[in-house]
T-cell receptor
């Protein structure tokens, strides 16, 4: 069963506008972590932001914020003031497990294109 | 602090051959994970190693194997290569607190394998 869903295969946003990339997840583990990564055309995976399941506040990192709605199992990424360099694939990911193993599962990704 | 280093960056093999990919994690990181990325299947978890032990394995055939050395460096091997094994193979390392992985995955630049 797919555990990470990203329903937007591709998105366009005007430069300087804000954009929200959707992510829903499924887990029965009460302790988990959620990540967003950016992958430009060069292929490197760049960490953007992290949210732990017990974190009370939504995570923020510069222009990135994570809209964490635990009851809805939703972890949307909000990018404010989009820049041309934000054009890339964006992956939502979830870490499950505790001391016995570590597994991070990635969603299918959303391709974001920023239009000048 | 040096990042995650993967070698080789690019390689071309023919069907039936085998290949070994290497990954050196960030100094001090004891957990190493491997991922396969293809256009059709996205990012798929291969396996995760901690202190020379495989803690978890993804849904891949036995042709895919790996190991971790005492210095945390890891190798993965694919035997009897098939055309479908053409992919970007990404290695990632994580910091740990005890046996629990914490924080984000730090990725290498990947090894791009082409099978002809």
């Amino acid at each position: 069963a797919q555990k990470i869903t990203q329903t937007q295969p591709g998105m366009f946003v005007q430069e300087k506008e804000a954009v929200t990339l959707d992510c829903t997840y499924d887990t029965s583990d009460p302790s988990y972590g959620l990540f967003w990564y950016k992958q430009p055309s060069s292929g490197e995976m760049i960490f953007l932001i992290y949210q732990g399941s017990y974190d009370q506040q939504n995570a923020t990192e510069g222009r990135y914020s994570l809209n964490f709605q635990k009851a809805r199992k939703s972890a949307n990424l909000v990018i404010s003031a989009s820049q041309l360099g934000d054009s890339a694939m964006y992956f939502c990911a979830m870490r499950e497990g505790g001391t016995s193993y570590d597994k991070v599962i990635f969603g299918p990704g959303t391709s974001l294109s920023v239009i000048p | 602090k040096a990042g995650v280093t993967q070698t080789p960056r690019y390689l071309i093999k023919t069907r039936g051959q085998q290949v070994t990919l290497s990954c050196s994690p960030i100094s001090g990181h004891r957990s190493v994970s491997w991922y396969q990325q293809t256009p059709g299947q996205g990012l798929q978890f291969l396996f995760e190693y901690f202190s020379e032990t495989q803690r978890n394995k993804g849904n891949f055939p036995g042709r895919f194997s790996g190991r971790q050395f005492s210095n945390s460096r890891s190798e993965m091997n694919v035997s009897t290569l098939e055309l479908g094994d053409s992919a970007l193979y990404l290695c990632a390392s994580s910091a740990t607190s005890g046996r629990v992985n914490t924080g984000e995955l730090f990725f290498g630049e990947g090894s791009r394998l082409t099978v002809l």
